[in-house]
């Protein structure tokens, strides 16, 4: 049969699910001091002293709220980091294409949106720094920016695939990889302000 | 009015933490019992309300921590102070004092600090 100690260690776990390396870390941890705990109350062994044990620690969802807000800190130093180094490699690559390329007279949207899209990202970017850095919507806006800015990049790039230098092609699978990874940083922090506000609110 | 020092308390809590952890290496549950004996059982925090804080400063770098399991005993993740933990304590006794004494002045209706 399942002891009290088990059962929070059970539910804090669950509360953990946005890190599961750091749920199964505290799990250990919790269970060691719960069992420290319980075995200096004067009624141990006995329920009531895993009871009381469970009751000083505090509660499961509390914990795992202050887990998920410094969660929420380390998602968005790490996002902003991806989007600053992307918008290095998409201004290198960006002026690679410029001095191999001559497509003015060819397709003149590609070039514009390339350009701008990227310069509205810097813009967004800027005010988000020092107005809403843990904004969810700057870090998207940006993100939007960019790709589009790497996708004009890449249609005039394709539009002289056929010789196109080496140098070229690497800037824009770097490009390509890191607003992957960008992507994938968004959406983990999407994900991570969902749950903290789920946790906050339950919390109270 | 310990709901209260309990809220004063979670402000400083790294600190409060950090401090606990000078004299040596400790787990969780010795941390807070070095913290309740300390401060005369005055901050009694939910005990859970540490572990926040320990994995906050081992992502700065202040702590390290290991499992460890004495001969006798359950095994136990020990945390200790790195070098950058102990001068960011240095650093935030310093802080300390001087907000300590700033407010103290104020309270008390003593003279202006600095003098």
Not at chain 1, 130 to 152: D, E, K, V, Y
Not at chain 1, 181 to 203: D, E, P, Q
Request: hydrophobic share 50%.
């Amino acid at each position: 049969m399942a002891g009290v100690i088990d059962d929070y260690v059970a539910s804090l776990r669950r509360e953990l699910d946005f890190d599961p390396a750091l749920a199964q870390r505290l799990a250990s941890e919790v269970e060691d001091h719960l069992r420290d705990a319980a075995e200096a109350d004067p009624a141990w062994p006995s329920t009531e002293a895993e009871r009381r044990a469970v009751e000083r620690f505090g509660l499961g969802r509390e914990i795992a709220a202050q887990f998920a807000v410094d969660a929420v800190d380390r998602q968005v130093r790490r996002t902003w980091i991806t989007l600053l180094v992307t918008m290095v490699v998409t201004f290198v690559a960006m002026r690679l294409r410029v001095m191999w390329l001559d497509d003015g007279a060819v397709f003149a949207l590609a070039p514009l949106v390339d350009r701008y899209a990227f310069i509205a990202a810097i813009g967004v970017a800027a005010i988000g720094w020092f107005a809403f850095r843990h904004s969810l919507l700057t870090l998207a806006i940006c993100l939007g920016g960019l790709s589009a800015s790497i996708a004009a990049g890449i249609v005039r790039a394709g539009l002289f695939a056929q010789g196109a230098p080496l140098h070229v092609l690497l800037a824009a699978a770097g490009e390509i990889a890191l607003i992957g990874l960008l992507s994938f940083h968004v959406i983990g922090l999407g994900r991570r302000l969902k749950r903290t506000a789920v946790l906050r609110r339950i919390g109270r | 009015m310990l709901g209260m020092e309990a809220e004063m308390l979670k402000g400083h809590l790294d600190a409060i933490v950090l401090a606990a952890l000078e004299a040596g290496p400790a787990h969780g549950y010795a941390i807070i019992e070095t913290i309740k004996s300390r401060s005369a059982s005055t901050f009694d925090l939910p005990e859970g309300t540490v572990y926040p804080a320990l994995h906050r400063l081992e992502q700065a770098g202040l702590l390290a921590s290991a499992w460890m399991t004495p001969p006798n005993g359950r095994r136990r993740r020990v945390y200790s102070l790195t070098k950058a933990g102990s001068a960011a304590l240095a650093d935030r006794r310093k802080a300390w004092g001087r907000f300590a004494q700033a407010v103290d002045t104020l309270l008390t209706g003593g003279r202006a600090w600095p003098a």
